[in-house]
């Protein structure tokens, strides 16, 4: 292979793995947001969860207080816990904080985003588009990817070409 071709050839090699982050991540001040996603609604819902990965990497706390989408009239924030066996859901007016170093993983069963009062359904392959708001950091644009009905997780960030496993 010529010198020109070789520089060619690494240009492109370069260019194709630099940046290996995924399409739906998001960075707002030292705060980085990964594989925002949701689930596919049935018709008729009025509510639909959004989930993400926020991770500060900063030296300050921050903290997520709201948001907005044009897809709901209202943007919540809110909590699953288990409450003497049962699973309880609030709204956690407060805000979540995201600790220095610290990384906060929003999913079904834990802290998650609600979309209240849907103006219709949420369909699979669909990207909704939101606006989080930090405390500190400000706005964050964020595309949520519309998964199945029964997703359990994003599905878009893998490792070793297997789907990434998220534990608390």
Same mark, same amino acid.
Request: no cysteine; hydrophobic share 35%.
């Given at each position: 292979?010529? =010198?020109?071709?070789?520089? $060619?050839?690494?240009?492109?090699? #370069? ?29 008729? #819902? ?13 030296? @300050?706390?921050?903290?997520? $207080?709201?948001? #907005? /989408? ?10 699953m816990s288990m409450e003497k066996g049962v699973m309880k859901m609030r709204e956690v007016t407060s805000g979540v904080e ?10 079904? /069963? ?8 849907? =103006?219709?359904?949420? =369909? ?11 405390? =500190? @950091?400000?706005?964050?644009? $964020?595309?949520?990817? $519309? ?22």
């Amino acid at each position: 292979m010529n =010198k020109i071709g070789f520089f $060619v050839a690494a240009l492109v090699f #370069a260019t194709s793995t630099v940046g290996t982050g995924y399409a739906d991540d998001a960075l707002v001040g030292t705060l980085k947001l990964t594989t925002p996603w949701t689930r596919a609604t049935p018709k008729g #819902a009025t509510v639909g969860g959004g989930y993400l990965t926020i991770t500060n990497t900063g030296n @300050a706390a921050d903290r997520l $207080v709201g948001g #907005a /989408s044009g897809i709901s009239s209202r943007f919540e924030i809110h909590e699953m816990s288990m409450e003497k066996g049962v699973m309880k859901m609030r709204e956690v007016t407060s805000g979540v904080e995201i600790k220095p170093g610290q990384t906060v993983r929003f999913e079904p /069963s834990g802290y998650h985003i609600m979309f209240v009062g849907l =103006k219709q359904p949420l =369909k699979e392959g669909e990207h909704i588009k939101a606006t989080l708001q930090f405390e =500190k @950091a400000g706005n964050a644009s $964020v595309d949520f990817v $519309v998964r199945s009905i029964g997703a359990r997780s994003g599905g878009s960030a893998s490792q070793g070409g297997r789907p990434m496993q998220h534990g608390h």
